[in-house]
């Protein structure tokens, strides 16, 4: 099941969330997020008209995606960039195809007319995956995150959904 994020939500998505961000370069911030900063995150892109999604029934997270704009000015403001992650037993059961699908309809009903992915060049599944759902590479940039004391290259990925 798919759904809008509840308050209630916050805990479980911060328990996917924090250890990918604390071990793993799936995601260059080497901050975790906490409750309020999640609470604010969600709300400030409600505010712009854009959502925060579960995968999993009331009081269950399984995975989540969002999305914001791509870039800061209203030149961008059709241009949306997404984050989707699955907690480890949530994964190969269409679960995130799910969550895509449901956020890419949610940005095309608001206007977004492109959907942008920003993912670690050393996470070859997140590549696989947005390419066998009709994302395309369009760039690689070199050494633009820094963790675990080590540059890491960002491959940006592009779907257009209008």
């Known amino acids: ?52 999604l579960v995968a999993g029934a009331p009081g269950q997270v399984l995975g989540f995606a969002s999305y914001d704009q791509f870039r800061g000015g209203n030149g961008y403001a059709r241009a949306m960039e997404h984050t989707v992650i699955l907690g480890e037993g949530a994964r190969g059961r269409g679960l995130g195809r799910a969550l895509m699908a449901a956020v890419e309809d949610h940005a095309r009903a608001g206007g977004a007319g492109t959907m942008i992915a920003g993912i670690s060049a050393e996470n070859p599944a997140a590549r696989a ?23 890491f290259d960002l491959v940006l990925m592009q779907k257009f959904l209008s």
């Open 1 to 52: 099941m798919i759904r809008p994020v509840a308050e209630a939500d916050l805990e479980a998505i911060l328990a996917i969330w924090n250890p990918l961000i604390r071990g793993t370069a799936v995601t260059f911030n080497a901050a975790e997020k906490s409750p309020a900063e999640l609470a604010r995150m969600i709300a400030a892109r409600r505010a712009e008209g854009r959502e925060f």
């Open 129 to 151: 995956f947005h390419a066998a759902i009709g994302y395309a590479e369009i760039a690689v940039i070199p050494r633009v995150g820094w963790k675990f004391g080590r540059w």
